[in-house]
């Protein structure tokens, strides 16, 4: 049975993730071929987003707050949908992940993520439904919109549990165990 929650609560929820989460701009020879969000992983400027966000860029910008910083990529993989980034920045608030979070269809979530409009990132949310789940994949019921990529999927207690991106016109889900490996593949090879 799906749990309705109040419109004031996701609010309470999506304040207190602003502060981990980034809009991130892809150039290409100048032009902005890609926009998405990306999450803050650890305090000293380590990004991750998804691989669709930066494929193919020669220069990235990151929207924190109220600056602009220069992105480099520090790690991807393609398959797995997942990009590393790091900013030259300290103190940064760190997203939580939810590693063993049990999906179920019918599960209310929130898609939240920044995007840029007039050099100022503006935070969005919409809210989702967890459709149907598959071995390795997690198929949202939302309105699948070009700036969903790389944006944090958010369940009822404010932590989250996976990260979207778009394949022919439907959203998935990057689940936070697969994230989460991830990180720490890259941290353990420093």
């Known amino acids: 049975m799906p749990t309705v929650v109040s419109a004031d609560f996701w609010q309470k929820i999506t304040a207190d993730q602003a502060l981990s989460t980034v809009a991130i701009q892809s150039f290409k020879f100048g032009k902005i071929i890609?926009?998405?969000s990306g999450m803050i992983i650890s305090s000293d400027g380590v990004?991750?987003?998804t691989f669709d966000?930066?494929?193919?860029?020669?220069?990235?910008?990151v929207?924190?707050?109220d600056k602009i910083f220069r992105a480099q990529t520090v790690r991807y993989d393609g398959f797995k949908n997942l990009a590393l980034l790091k900013v030259d920045s300290t103190n940064m608030d760190v997203a939580r992940l939810d590693r063993n979070y049990q999906f179920q269809s019918g599960q209310d979530v929130v898609?939240?993520?920044?995007?840029v409009e007039?050099?100022?990132p503006v935070v969005f949310a919409q809210r989702g439904m967890v459709s149907y789940i598959l071995s390795k994949d997690i198929i949202l019921d939302t309105e699948p919109n070009y700036f969903l990529s790389g944006s944090k999927a958010i369940n009822n207690s404010g932590i989250v549990i996976g990260m979207a991106y778009l394949r022919s016109g439907t959203t998935h889900?990057?689940?936070s165990e697969a994230i989460d490996?991830?990180?720490?593949?890259?941290?353990?090879?420093?």
């Open 34 to 36: 890609r926009e998405g």
């Open 47 to 49: 990004i991750i987003t």
């Open 53 to 61: 966000v930066i494929s193919g860029a020669d220069v990235l910008q």
């Open 63 to 65: 929207f924190h707050k």
């Open 111 to 115: 898609v939240f993520g920044k995007l």
């Open 118 to 120: 007039l050099s100022n």
């Open 173 to 175: 889900l990057i689940k």
């Open 181 to 190: 490996d991830f990180i720490k593949n890259y941290f353990e090879t420093l």
